[in-house]
T-cell receptor, first 112, second 113 residues
């Protein structure tokens, strides 16, 4: 049973560029959340998608946007990249009502 | 606003020691608390999940307790091994915050052979 799959694993972008990260949830899960983890810190909640809609959002600017597809997979888009966006981006999935999260291995984004 | 704190931030112990990692949270209105393990540069692996109605959960050499009223949880690791070296994160799911997890900053554990 495949867990949460994220792609790519590593990415290097230049300031001002745009990036798209992808996530496939664990089989049977219908809810996807995205987290940003800066080096040496705990993950910070970005937003959550359920039924193809953003249901909840953390304290992140509008440069961060997302999408959920009918097969429950999700994308995280970041526009106008800043050096401070360099982090590990984690995707987590769960089944609504179950409240147990499964995390992916993350995408390491470096902005230069 | 919920705040989660983990103490200590880093810990180094010799192999074989029993150890306790601490997690505290400011708002006791939580639905559950989850402990995760993170290896360097990797994702999170769920270790234990404690529902708010539970007092503890055990898995192998790991035991997690929850005192919701005092806003505390501990992760007990028995007979530590070098393979236990990792960062341990606790996270709470609040009653009134939808499905958002709030994480502590983690405890970086090194077990020396």
């Amino acid at each position: 049973d495949a867990g949460v799959t994220q792609s790519p694993t590593h990415l290097i972008k230049t300031r001002g560029q745009q990036v798209t990260l992808r996530c496939s949830p664990k089989s049977g899960h219908d809810t996807v959340s995205w987290y940003q983890q800066a080096l040496g810190q705990g993950p910070q909640f970005i937003f959550q998608y359920y039924e193809e809609e953003e249901r909840q959002r953390g304290n992140f600017p509008d440069r961060f946007s997302g999408h959920q597809f009918p097969n429950y997979s999700s994308e995280l888009n970041v526009n106008a990249l800043l050096l401070g966006d360099s982090a590990l981006y984690l995707c987590a999935s769960m089944q609504q009502g179950a409240y147990g999260y499964t995390f992916g291995s993350g995408t390491r984004l470096t902005v230069v | 606003k919920q705040e989660v704190t983990q103490i200590p931030a880093a810990l180094s112990v010799p192999e074989g020691e029993n150890l306790v990692l601490n997690c505290s949270f400011t708002d006791s209105a939580i639905y559950n608390l989850q402990w995760f393990r993170q290896d360097p540069g990797k994702g999170l692996t769920s270790l234990l999940l404690i529902q708010s109605s539970q007092r503890e959960q055990t898995s192998g050499r790991l035991n997690a307790s929850l005192d919701k009223s005092s806003g505390r949880s501990t992760l007990y690791i028995a007979a530590s091994q070098p393979g236990d070296s990792a960062t341990y994160l606790c996270a709470v799911l609040e009653d009134n915050a939808g499905n958002m997890l709030t994480f502590g900053g983690g405890t970086r554990l090194m077990v020396k052979p």
